[in-house]
């Protein structure tokens, strides 16, 4: 049975993965308004894009730029029956799908990237958050663990794996070490460990890791997070504290 998201934490994750977004800036976007470069891509292959192609992704970020998510779409699948082996056009036409919602071509985006080169790692990472919003959880999983192995200091594949595990309620300590690790980059980390650590019975933690997120908070996260924290300080220390979410 897959593992039961609060009402709260789909308020947490609804649009931490939007491009615009902290985790959705981490959907690694190699559109840019001139030749992609994209981290670990092997420059030989770019040279192999059409200058038709060019264009088409450089319309694609103009469209971006001017939050025209489907014609941004567009010109990026418009590249791609151009040039179908751009690596660069299928990663960013996943991170717009994710715009869309269409999480599952986007996650048939990214695997198409991860196809064309393994190495890459960006492709590999944003599949995982394709994956997990598809709630397929172990191959959100296993998706941000290869990510780790390509990049084991890249912040986003931290955090896809402690959201991961906090949502599957598996390994906490990990999942901890993990979320700890990205509250710099990441303010929803915060909520994720306060989530793990009432399930673990550790209030003191998880209320202090509500009131450092309530010092810079989301407007839209503001209330929910604030009655959290007061249901918290009102329960008696146990592990039947309640969760984000529970009536």
Not at 234 to 241: D, G, K, L, M
């Amino acid at each position: 049975m897959r593992a039961r998201v609060s009402v709260l934490f789909l308020i947490v994750s609804s649009r931490v993965f939007a491009q615009t977004e902290p985790l959705p800036s981490s959907l690694a976007s190699v559109g840019t308004a001139h030749l992609p470069n994209l981290a670990g891509a092997i420059p030989a292959r770019q040279l192999l894009i059409p200058p038709k192609a060019i264009k088409e992704l450089q319309r694609a970020q103009r469209a971006l730029v001017a939050g025209d998510i489907h014609s941004s779409a567009r010109h990026l699948e418009t590249a791609l029956q151009i040039y179908p082996e751009c690596l660069e056009a299928h990663n960013s036409l996943g991170a717009r799908y994710i715009d869309l919602l269409e999480y599952g071509k986007a996650a048939a985006e990214f695997q198409k990237a991860i196809d064309i080169d393994p190495r890459v790692m960006p492709p590999v990472s944003n599949l995982s958050v394709a994956l997990f919003l598809l709630q397929r959880y172990p191959e959100a999983e296993a998706a941000a663990r290869r990510a780790l192995d390509l990049d084991p200091r890249n912040p986003t594949a931290r955090y896809m794996l402690g959201t991961i595990l906090a949502t599957e309620r598996r390994n906490p300590v990990e999942a901890v070490n993990l979320l700890s690790q990205t509250r710099s980059e990441f303010a929803d980390s915060r909520l994720l460990l306060a989530m793990v650590f009432t399930r673990l019975g550790n209030l003191e933690e998880a209320k202090n890791e509500l009131r450092e997120y309530l010092k810079a908070p989301d407007p839209a996260k503001k209330h929910n997070v604030e009655h959290w924290l007061e249901k918290l300080t009102q329960s008696p220390t146990s592990n039947r504290a309640p969760e984000p979410g529970t009536p």
